[in-house]
């Protein structure tokens, strides 16, 4: 299973909504992805690296150990407010809620998807997960 997959069925489970899984990936793709129809965590992990509060959170997420967990308010805040109300009204939840399933699922989905680290390696290492944050900064 893939990890849109996964973060689908962990999203549908957390949401208790009952949606067609290819909805709740294209809508989670369409949330988190390339504009491909592919999950773009790298970018993720990117943008929270740079975003200052949320580096060492998505440090935890990547590395071994413990995750540390992100609000609702930081996953609207990192997302936008109009992105998450967007993903809310497609798979059918209010935006509070999507916030609130999205803190609990994304943390889950990094650890995952950095699990090895392909993740990492795809952002060009540690290094170039903050060489990224510095060019969203600039």
Same mark, same amino acid.
């Given at each position: 299973?893939? &990890? ?21 990936? *294209? ?42 967990? &992100?609000? !609702? ?26 916030? *609130? ?7 889950? =989905?990094?650890?995952?998807? *950095? ?6 390696? !795809?952002?060009?290492? =540690? ?12």
């Amino acid at each position: 299973m893939d &990890i849109l997959a996964i973060g689908a069925k962990l999203l549908s489970e957390k949401l208790g909504v009952a949606i067609d899984p290819q909805t709740m990936q *294209s809508a989670l793709s369409t949330l988190l992805g390339d504009g491909q129809g592919n999950l773009d965590l790298a970018g993720l992990a990117s943008k929270m690296a740079a975003s200052g509060d949320l580096g060492s959170v998505v440090s935890s997420w990547l590395g071994d150990g413990g995750n540390a967990p &992100i609000s !609702a308010e930081g996953v609207m805040s990192l997302l936008g407010d109009s992105k998450v109300s967007e993903f809310a009204g497609t798979v059918g939840t209010d935006a509070s809620s999507a916030a *609130s399933g999205l803190a609990e699922v994304l943390p889950q =989905l990094m650890d995952n998807a *950095s699990s090895g680290g392909s993740l990492l390696e !795809a952002a060009g290492g =540690l290094d170039g997960l903050m060489g990224a944050a510095k060019s969203f900064l600039s």
